[in-house]
């Protein structure tokens, strides 16, 4: 839930909403493929996680930080992950969903950027992750509650809209396939193609690849290694073709969207009032500051995880906790293009250094996964031992 926490935030909203304005329907399609691609990395890493984590106390850490040190003996590597790991979700990512949750009062408040709404809201936003940061065992307890009941309300009022727009639903799939595949769309202006902004904002939503959520799936407790990587593929499933496309068809089964002159979460909240009435604008708003948060609080679930690899100072951890706290106050105050632009760039980084090690290392998740299969064949209940596969550099599956 903690995994699911973090990959289900605005992005399933706000970056959803941003890649159909800026890039076409088509980017949907991209976004859908990004998924099922992605599910394959999420095992792979999540898998990784699981086997080269380390027991500390009466929990686990680990992720690719841990693996990258312990299965291609490169720590040099492993920290160069931990600090764009760190820099992606404590500036990029967690700044960004501040700044989402300040967009979703732009309908109440007529120019918004120009008042102190966005300080106030930030000041708050700051004050809340500042608890959380410093009361750990709360997140995964926060996570498994509210992780559900938002996704669960969501995807709820979605299904709404597609049964009451159901004669619809034809027409809007043609034009997500045929704009998907339009090549003038995708190669004229590539940067800002519907291809382009459907990758980058299906990675942004689901982070599969990206090294995050196998922080969380290290922490686990698990029978199997595989279990776990199997779960994280459950993970980018329900972020990406439940959630990303409850967003997509709110958007396009609603109407005119393309001239709302809205864009992000306003034009979320103007669709789905269209359908409901004025309440569904409240009702986004809710779901849009329960997302962001649960996202920031499963965000440093990440980096906490990333500071410990490098350094396990207090004083260095109770800085970086102030410090986080703080670019949440930050993010609150940023404009669209300064808030995706920022997040993308630190996001590249730390997709690359994880995806060269998930390459070299793929091969020893994917026996895990035979063994696993082989004992479900038996009629057991899989348990794992680093012989099993032939391993010896393990920590807790001896």
Same mark, same amino acid.
């Given at each position: 839930?903690?995994?699911?926490?973090?990959?289900?935030?605005?992005?399933? @909203?706000?970056?959803?909403?941003?890649?159909?304005?800026?890039?076409?329907? %088509?980017?949907?399609?991209?976004?859908?493929? @990004?998924?099922?691609?992605?599910?394959?990395?999420?095992?792979?890493?999540?898998?990784?996680?699981?086997?080269?984590?380390?027991?500390?106390?009466?929990?686990?850490?680990?992720? *690719?930080?841990?693996?990258?040190?312990?299965?291609?003996?490169?720590?040099?590597?492993?920290?160069?992950?931990? !600090?764009?790991?760190?820099?992606?979700?404590?500036?990029?990512?967690?700044?960004?969903?501040?700044?989402?949750?300040?967009?979703?009062?732009?309908?109440?408040?007529?120019?918004?950027?120009?008042?102190? +709404?966005?300080?106030?809201?930030?000041? !708050?936003?700051?004050?809340?992750?500042?608890?959380?940061?410093?009361?750990?065992?709360? !997140?995964?307890?926060?996570?498994?509650?509210?992780?559900?009941?938002?996704?669960?309300?969501?995807?709820?009022?979605?299904?709404?809209?597609?049964?009451? $727009?159901?004669?619809?639903? *034809?027409?809007?799939?043609?034009?997500?396939?045929?704009?998907?595949?339009?090549?003038?769309? !995708?190669?004229?202006?590539?940067?800002?193609?519907?291809?382009?902004?459907?990758?980058?904002?299906?990675?942004?939503?689901?982070?599969?690849?990206?090294?995050?959520?196998?922080?969380?799936?290290?922490?686990?407790?698990?029978?199997? *290694?595989?279990?776990?990587?199997?779960?994280?593929?459950?993970?980018?499933?329900?972020?990406?073709?439940?959630?990303?496309?409850?967003?997509?068809?709110?958007?396009?089964?609603?109407?005119?969207?393309?001239?709302?002159?809205?864009?992000?979460?306003?034009?979320?909240?103007?669709?789905?009032?269209?359908?409901?009435?004025?309440?569904? #604008?409240?009702?986004?708003?809710?779901? +849009?500051?329960?997302?962001?948060?649960?996202?920031?609080?499963?965000?440093?679930?990440?980096?906490?995880?990333?500071?410990?690899?490098?350094?396990?100072?207090?004083?260095?951890?109770?800085?970086?906790?102030?410090?986080?706290?703080?670019?949440?106050?930050?993010?609150?105050?940023?404009?669209? =293009?300064?808030?995706?632009?920022?997040?993308?760039?630190?996001?590249?980084?730390?997709?690359?250094?994880? #995806?060269?090690?998930?390459?070299?290392?793929?091969?020893?998740?994917?026996?895990?996964?035979?063994?696993?299969?082989?004992?479900?064949?038996?009629?057991?209940?899989?348990?794992?031992?680093?012989? $099993?596969? %032939?391993? =010896?550099?393990?920590?807790?599956?001896?």
């Amino acid at each position: 839930m903690i995994a699911t926490a973090s990959r289900v935030g605005t992005g399933n @909203m706000a970056g959803v909403a941003t890649a159909i304005i800026l890039g076409g329907p %088509g980017a949907a399609f991209w976004m859908w493929l @990004m998924a099922i691609l992605g599910s394959a990395s999420a095992f792979v890493e999540s898998t990784l996680a699981q086997l080269y984590k380390k027991k500390e106390g009466d929990s686990f850490k680990g992720g *690719p930080a841990y693996y990258i040190e312990r299965a291609l003996h490169a720590r040099w590597l492993g920290i160069v992950f931990a !600090i764009s790991l760190i820099a992606t979700f404590a500036f990029g990512f967690n700044g960004l969903q501040a700044y989402n949750i300040v967009s979703a009062f732009d309908v109440y408040v007529p120019n918004l950027e120009t008042t102190i +709404v966005p300080t106030v809201i930030g000041a !708050i936003l700051a004050v809340c992750s500042l608890y959380i940061f410093f009361a750990g065992d709360v !997140i995964g307890k926060l996570s498994s509650v509210l992780v559900p009941l938002m996704a669960g309300a969501y995807i709820l009022i979605g299904i709404f809209v597609i049964i009451t $727009n159901i004669t619809r639903l *034809p027409g809007v799939l043609a034009i997500v396939m045929a704009d998907a595949f339009n090549f003038k769309s !995708i190669f004229g202006g590539f940067t800002g193609s519907c291809m382009v902004l459907g990758i980058k904002r299906g990675l942004f939503s689901n982070e599969a690849g990206m090294g995050s959520a196998p922080n969380a799936s290290a922490s686990a407790t698990v029978s199997h *290694p595989a279990r776990q990587g199997l779960a994280q593929i459950i993970s980018v499933y329900i972020d990406t073709l439940l959630i990303c496309s409850t967003t997509v068809f709110l958007i396009l089964l609603t109407g005119d969207w393309a001239d709302t002159g809205y864009s992000g979460i306003p034009l979320l909240q103007q669709c789905v009032a269209r359908v409901v009435g004025p309440v569904g #604008i409240h009702f986004v708003t809710v779901i +849009v500051c329960l997302f962001a948060f649960t996202s920031i609080i499963g965000n440093y679930f990440y980096v906490e995880a990333n500071i410990l690899f490098i350094t396990k100072n207090r004083t260095v951890m109770t800085a970086f906790r102030i410090l986080a706290a703080v670019m949440v106050f930050i993010g609150a105050g940023n404009s669209l =293009d300064v808030a995706w632009s920022l997040a993308d760039i630190t996001m590249g980084l730390e997709a690359v250094v994880n #995806i060269i090690a998930i390459l070299l290392l793929g091969r020893i998740a994917f026996r895990a996964l035979d063994d696993y299969e082989k004992q479900k064949a038996q009629g057991l209940d899989p348990v794992f031992h680093e012989s $099993n596969i %032939g391993l =010896d550099n393990t920590d807790v599956w001896k």
